[in-house]
């Protein structure tokens, strides 16, 4: 079993739609996790991290926790075509071990149209 | 501020040679991560060095090593290149080794092995 598997993609959404990605983890030990964005040919950029239940918003992007199914989701709200781009979910390692280490899915590919 | 810097941006060797890739971490970061990410994937944990000293390894054989100057710039060196080594080598700093949300990726080096 893969430690973090994405949805499969490329996801491609209508301009202004709501865009959903999805993660699902393995260890349940897990405690935080990331988002990172990744345009083609550039470094991926944090855009959100989350560690509690629930819901964290941060401006047109909402991520979601749920430990207990152990999965976690972006949503992104009133999608540009600037949003185009990889996305890439991450955790780090627990506790006593390597924090410079993040976990990475394989990415999921969004393409917003026009 | 300058962000993370890499070096080369490209580079194209031949199978069973040696390569060295370079990173300078952001002003006052002591942490450096080193990363692999092949086409289609997500980046894969290498290596971290936090004050010189290795604070984890990821799965990768002993042909990779680096290591870190007392600058915390730091180097990866992959010796007798596979063609499979062909990848983007991304570089993270931190300011700390116990924060994973902290880190900063440098733009990448691409590396071609023919």
């Known amino acids: 079993q893969k430690e973090v598997e994405q949805n499969s993609g490329p996801l491609s959404v209508p301009e202004g739609a709501i865009a959903s990605l999805n993660c699902t983890y393995s260890?349940?030990?897990?405690?935080?996790f990331f988002w990172y964005r990744q345009y083609s040919g550039k470094s991926p950029e944090l855009i959100m991290f989350?560690?509690?239940?629930g819901d964290k918003e941060d401006g047109r992007f909402t991520a979601q926790l749920n430990k207990a199914s152990q999965y976690v989701s972006l949503l992104i709200r009133d999608s540009q075509p600037s949003d185009s781009a990889t996305y890439l979910c991450?955790?780090?390692?627990?506790?006593?071990?390597?924090?410079?280490?993040?976990?990475f899915g394989q990415g999921t590919i969004l393409t917003v149209h026009p | 501020d300058a962000g993370v810097t890499q070096s080369p941006t490209h580079l194209i060797k031949t199978r069973g040679q040696h390569v060295t890739l370079r990173c300078s971490p952001i002003?006052?970061?002591?942490?450096v991560s080193w990363y692999q990410q092949v086409l289609g994937q997500g980046p894969q944990f290498i290596f971290q060095?936090?004050?010189?000293?290795?604070?984890g390894r990821g799965n990768f054989p002993d042909r990779f090593s680096a290591r870190q100057f007392p600058n915390y710039s730091s180097e990866l060196n992959v010796n007798a290149l596979l063609l499979g080594d062909s990848a983007l080598y991304l570089c993270?700093?931190?300011?700390?080794?116990?924060?994973?949300?902290?880190?900063?990726f440098g733009p990448g080096t691409r590396l071609t092995v023919t």
């Open positions: 002003s006052g970061h002591k942490s």
């Open positions: 260890d349940r030990g897990s405690q935080s």
């Open positions: 060095y936090y004050e010189k000293e290795e604070r």
């Open positions: 991450a955790f780090p390692p627990r506790g006593g071990t390597s924090y410079g280490k993040l976990t």
């Open positions: 993270a700093s931190s300011s700390r080794w116990d924060s994973s949300y902290e880190q900063y």
């Open positions: 989350i560690y509690s239940n």
